[in-house]
């Protein structure tokens, strides 16, 4: 339990619902797909809740490793298909660009953000 989980639920959600409960990686339903972050949310916590900082990915086929072990052959996948699907030409750029994100980003507000995603999810489910 932490204070993150209903807003890491209603975030998962709103992803899913606008891009498919698929792995964006293999564009396929990979088991165990969830939110997985380009950077890291401990690190960047103002990226948490980011949409662009964000790709929905499976746990085996590639978050995992992204986590565990970053020259595995799959994690280097991983990485190629973020650049692509966030269409940068490199891992620098991309990098400089979500740390401006972050700069600029509010604190998390939780509560607003919770009302803002059940907003967003009860306006897409009509
Ligand atoms: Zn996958």
Known sequence: MSRFDNTDKL???YLVKNRGHICEIHQ???PGIG???????????RLRYSEEAVVL???FCSHYWTHHDARNEKAIYAE???L???NYPNW????EHLLLVERIAPKNDLKMIAMYLK???STLEA
Not at 92 to 95: G, V
């Open 57 to 59: 990915a499976g746990w």
């Open 28 to 30: 396929r339903e990979c």
């Open 80 to 82: 190629k298909r973020i």
């Open 35 to 45: 939110t997985m972050h380009i950077l890291p949310k401990g690190i960047y916590p």
């Open 84 to 86: 692509e699907i966030r």
């Open 119 to 121: 907003k967003e999810l």
């Open 92 to 95: 620098e750029e991309l990098k």
């Open 11 to 13: 975030f998962f959600k």
